[in-house]
């Protein structure tokens, strides 16, 4: 079973997605627990691995490292017997004419191709491909998973007009990205996902971006970051027995009012579903 631990690494306020905080800051770090006191990150970290103890981990301020950039490419130069004579250098000179109309035509096929593969991305599926992450000594992992989704929302889901279809749109993302929806009279293997991410970190730390397979904790604690990185307003509730949901507060412009009315999101089941909070159907979803 998941660890009652959950890790929650966020960005200062006046920090935006970006370089590294300078060398010596304090990031904000929690280690929350309804069973005892704080504990401290680097305890969580040394601590050996325990299959059965995996630690949720949410982390904002690792980021993963860049892409090395191509190396540059070497221009030869002309041979000097190309530039005798008139008639060589304007034979030089239609060709290179030549070559760089070729050259903006091509440029302009590529740029209409990555337009065209820009539009298709907010569409096509993502990439579930595994990335293996390096945990430098002491610290938490970075979790290029997560900033995938942020990237995406922001890209993708961020751009929609009205904030009701915004909410049901990444409720959708959270629950394909963690295994889909689940039948109520099912069983969802979860915890093996957990322990694969254990023993190829090496470490009980599991970041949130790479667990695939997720049920009530794992995808409201991914609904909440992302729509913190969009400016939504939610809250991430905890109920009995470990049970987590969302709450989001909209503009309710059914039945001719325009009221702000409270919503429990589905995340598992109906997904997408907003639950008026207090109802019988918000209430049979927190008590599930």
């Not at 929650?8 to 590294?20: E, I, K, R, S």
């Not at 601590?47 to 904002?60: D, G, K």
């Not at 993963?64 to 304007?90: F, K, N, Y």
Request: hydrophobic content about 40%.
């Amino acid at each position: 079973m998941w660890s009652i631990f959950i890790i929650l690494v966020f960005l200062p306020l006046h920090h935006h997605p970006g370089p590294q905080p300078p060398r010596g800051s304090i990031p904000r770090v929690q280690a929350l627990s309804s069973a005892g006191p704080f504990v401290p990150l680097a305890e969580l970290i040394s601590r050996p691995l325990n299959l059965n103890l995996p630690i949720l981990t949410v982390n904002l301020l690792t980021m993963p490292a860049p892409p090395a950039p191509p190396p540059p490419v070497e221009e030869v130069p002309a041979p000097s017997s190309a530039l005798d004579g008139s008639q060589s250098a304007q034979s030089i000179s239609g060709r290179t004419k030549s070559r760089n109309t070729a050259s903006k035509a091509e440029g302009k096929v590529k740029k209409a191709t990555k337009n065209e593969k820009e539009a298709e991305s907010c569409i096509s599926e993502e990439s579930d491909e595994t990335v293996a992450l390096e945990k430098p000594p002491g610290l938490l992992a970075p979790d290029p998973g997560l900033w995938s989704h942020i990237s995406y929302v922001k890209t993708c889901i961020l751009t929609l007009p009205v904030a009701r279809d915004q909410v049901q749109q990444l409720a959708r993302y959270v629950s394909d990205k963690m295994g889909g929806p689940v039948h109520k009279t099912g069983t969802f293997g979860f915890e093996l996902s957990a322990s694969e991410i254990q023993q190829r970190l090496h470490t009980n730390l599991v970041p949130l971006g790479e667990v695939k397979a997720g049920v009530f904790q794992h995808r409201a604690l991914l609904f909440k970051a992302l729509c913190d990185q969009m400016g939504v307003g939610c809250s991430l509730v905890r109920g009995e027995y470990g049970r987590h949901w969302n709450e989001v507060t909209l503009m309710d412009d059914q039945g001719g009012s325009c009221s702000p009315s409270t919503f429990v999101v589905d995340l598992m089941f109906d997904v997408g579903r907003l639950l008026p909070v207090q109802t019988s159907e918000a209430v049979a979803y927190q008590h599930f």
